[in-house]
């Protein structure tokens, strides 16, 4: 861990350039493993090498685990993180060892607590649905677990995503041999539909295909990569946009902090045609609510995107603005597929 960090400094000392922050996260992983120690020592590598003085949003990634009282106390006297997102995935015991989590449904409420009693005020949380049988017990379950939560007046947002299949897993195998099932797509469709409900009663705004927030509270930084927003991701696997052209870093670990002591981290990039650039913005921006921009698509691509987009508009999948073609209720559950038809 101490040479990925040191490695992890080193490239940010070294594509700071005096640029000024509006977002930072913790991510792609779990840093809430790493000690205090070693999360102050990347803070102040960032305070002393970028403007921070316009963050607006400084979030980390945590596992329910992690964030025990000392921890947060501590988290909180570092004066750096305003939000934490924590993986909870479900509150139901037998779901979470079928996830293969370390935690326990005990223990994510207690988390939640803790998160509340160190005195953060904004706090996302990640659920799962689609969860396969016999152990899935249904979203419905999380949901109101996570109600009895809300007094606490910390869980600002909400990220439900439905489980991915890996190949190579033992998830994969489980379901091979038919020891798991998983929903059919009717049944995912109503997990949806009451995820959808439940918001709406507790005022949390779908802006997002999984992503919900109370008024104001949505994920900025999540925000800034569906507009096509320039951003720097460092650490092995990270990617960064520049605007025109897309960076990743190597993924193998070692690579990485090999080449991060000769002061080269090794990374791959590519510039973006033009159809790259169109088709991206469409596919990131049809699973928002905002929907498509018309200001942010080239001029030349207008009346193409506007034509292609008209049965969709008929259907009442899109409604059409003076400034955006924004997708409905039905719409952005059918993002991807209306974003494939449009693409140049």
Known sequence: MDAYIEALCMELSQRAD?????????????????SLGQLGRIVDVIRTSFDTSCVEEATIEANPENLTADYLKGLAELHFFNRISIGIQSFDDKELKMLNRV???????????????AGFNNLSVDLMMGLPRPYSVGLQYSLDALKALLPLGVVKHLSCYELTVEQGTILE???????????????LASQYEMLARWCR???????????????????????????????????????S??????????????????????????????????????NEYVMTSLRTTEGIAKTLVADDRLDYLHNKIQPFVSKN??????????PTAEGIMRADGIAASLFA
């Open 103 to 117: 935690h326990g449904g005990r223990q994510a409420v207690e988390a939640v607590r803790n998160v509340a009693a």
């Open 317 to 326: 999948l899109i409604v059409e603005t003076e400034t955006h073609y924004r």
């Open 18 to 34: 005096g640029k000024s922050l509006k977002t930072i996260y913790f991510g792609g992983g779990t840093p809430s493993l790493l």
């Open 241 to 278: 946009f520049d605007g025109t052209k897309r960076r990743w870093n190597a993924p193998d670990i070692k690579q990485y902090i090999e080449g991060a002591k000769t002061g080269k981290v090794p990374f791959e990039e590519e510039t973006l045609t033009a159809d790259d650039a169109y």
């Open 173 to 187: 195998k489980q379901l091979d041999m038919g020891r798991l099932q998983m929903p059919e797509d009717e049944e």
């Open 201 to 239: 009663k507790h005022d949390f705004e779908q802006y997002e295909v999984s992503n919900f927030s109370l008024p104001g509270w949505h994920s900025r930084h999540n925000s800034r990569y569906w507009n096509r927003t320039p951003y720097i991701g460092v650490g092995a696997a990270a990617h």
